[in-house]
C-alpha cells in the first residue's frame, strides 16, 4: 500500500486530513489528533446489530473488497484499499476504511453491456476517502472486474489502468 502507519509523515497528509475529517463529520470529534499511529490490519471481522439486538450481518472485509456506501444522491462504490486503528483523544480505539471511490463513466463496454467505472487517482483529492468501519453495514453485494487491456498479463494487472466493469451478470444465490 506504501502507507506509512505514521499521521506525521508527510506522504500521508491527505489521510491526516481525511481521518479529522471522518471523526468529526460521523462522530461528532473535532479535536486535534493527539495520536499520530495507526495500525493496519489485513482483514476485519465485526457483527452489526439491528437497534432492538437482534444480528442483522457478519462482515469480513478485507483490503480489494468493493463496497456500497450510502450517500445523499444513492448509492456508491468504492474499493478497500486499507484497514487500520486509530486511538483517538479519548483513547479509545476507533476502526476505519480508506478507501478508492469507484466513479461511474456512464460508458458501456461494448460486448458484454457492463457498466464501465474508473477507479479514483491517488492524486485525485476531490472525495474522501477516509470513513469510520461502521458505515459498511451489509455484506459487500456488488462485484467489479478489473476491465483488462492489452498492458495486464496473467497474474498482474496493469495499475495505470483505471477502469473496472460492474458484473451485472452476478446473482446471489438465495
Known sequence: M????????????????????????????AEYIITQRITFYNSISYTVLEDDGELHANIKLYPENVVT???????????????FTHKYNDTKKYAFIL?????????????LRCPIYEKQRLTDRRWHRVFPI???????RVQFLHNCASTCQVGF?????????KNIFFYKAV
Open 69 to 83: 456506501i450510502q450517500e445523499e444522491e444513492g448509492k456508491s462504490y468504492a474499493i478497500v484499499r486499507a484497514i
Open 2 to 29: 506504501n502507507l506509512s502507519n505514521c499521521l506525521n509523515d508527510p506522504e500521508n497528509d491527505q489521510l491526516r486530513s481525511d481521518l479529522a475529517t471522518a471523526y468529526e463529520e460521523y462522530m461528532n470529534k
Open 99 to 111: 478507501v478508492d471511490w469507484l466513479r461511474d463513466t456512464q460508458q458501456f463496454e461494448p460486448i
Open 157 to 165: 494487472h496493469d495499475t495505470t489502468n483505471i477502469q473496472y466493469l
Open 134 to 140: 461502521s458505515i459498511i453495514d451489509n455484506l459487500p
